[in-house]
């Protein structure tokens, strides 16, 4: 598939999160066969008025390419301005954050709420397209809850008005991330557009990922909470689309990668990289035996000592 000029061999994404998805989770998701990831959601004031917070969100280092950008913002103008100060950082596309449904986003106007006023979403994306000099994506949710679904209106409106790929989390906003996502309603955008259309929510495993790509027929899929704690998924669903055996990670191997993942924060977080890796280690030993006990002992941890002894009790 490709996105403009850019191009996916299976159309692999990690999906943007909030306080997850920085540098050194990204690069350890694209080490392990990620074909493109997307920062964090970035605030298109922030940007503008040179808040520097937003700097280190959008920074883009070699090992995590081909990588995007995601704005949020209600603002056409403002989304604009942001966009050109981003390409500083050579992403290979932008993404407009139109899905987020979290309340300090949405309450501002942000996000998902941008999706009730479908002519502001196409106002959004044509300012944001003449600016920028690479293609621009959005990401966009069901709709605002079960009585305002309006995705495919949105999503036809966003590309008559220059989006050159459109992701789907087949979730309402007032649904945030409870229940299943609506593969109906992706399939349905996907046959209402002639971009390609990437479906979002419930791919945890090969098998979620081939029933998303059946059943709405869309041209790729973004991948979130289901490769939170195991990345290897993504080499798993390479592996699946290429024929290839597959093998799961060894203890040493997940050891591996998790010291890594620490190395990588503490480049971008210092001292604060261990309390980073508190929430992160606990999704890496779900499934263990008292993984519950565990989490408690991961929480109070507090030196790369304590943390280096719980590795090896977590994987032996």
């Known amino acids: 598939m490709k996105i403009g000029n850019f191009e996916l061999k299976h159309g692999i994404f990690l999906a943007p999160m909030a306080n997850i998805t920085d540098y050194a989770y990204r690069s350890i998701c694209v080490s392990y066969g990620a074909e493109c990831v997307c920062t964090e959601l970035i605030s298109s004031k922030g940007v503008v008025y040179g808040d520097r917070k937003t700097d280190k969100l959008a920074m883009l280092r070699e090992n995590e390419r081909p990588a995007a950008i995601q704005l949020f913002g209600h603002e056409p103008e403002t989304m604009a ?11 290979a596309f932008i993404d407009i954050n139109f899905g987020c449904p979290m309340p300090k986003v949405y309450n501002n106007g942000d996000g998902s709420a941008v999706m009730k006023d479908p002519a502001l979403c196409g106002r959004i994306v044509r300012a944001v397209s003449e600016a920028a000099d690479v293609p621009v994506t959005v990401k966009i949710r069901k709709g605002d809850d079960d009585m305002h679904v309006n995705a495919v209106e949105v999503a036809k409106i966003c590309e008559g008005n220059g989006a050159s790929a459109v992701f789907v989390h087949g979730r309402t906003r007032t649904q945030l991330y409870s229940g299943l996502a609506d593969r109906k309603l992706i399939g ?23 029933d998303m790509l059946e059943t709405t ?26 024929g290839i055996p597959y093998t799961p990670p ?8 998790i010291r890594t993942q620490i190395r990588r924060l503490e480049e971008d977080r210092g001292t604060r990289a261990l309390l980073e890796m508190r929430k992160h280690l606990s999704k890496y030993c779900r499934g263990n035996v008292g993984s519950a006990k565990l989490r408690e002992k991961i ?18």
């Open 81 to 91: 301005r942001a966009a050109v100060i981003m390409q500083k950082y050579d992403p």
């Open 188 to 210: 349905e955008v996907k046959r209402a557009l002639s971009v390609p259309v990437i479906g979002n929510g419930d791919i945890d495993s090969v098998q979620s990922a081939v």
């Open 217 to 242: 027929g869309c041209d790729g899929i973004m991948v979130g909470r289901g490769a939170y704690g195991k990345p290897w998924l993504f080499r798993e669903l390479i592996c699946h689309f290429e």
């Open 250 to 257: 060894a203890n040493d191997e997940i050891k591996s990668v």
């Open 299 to 316: 929480n109070s941890v507090t030196t790369r000592e304590e943390i280096e002894e719980l590795i090896e009790v977590l994987f032996p």
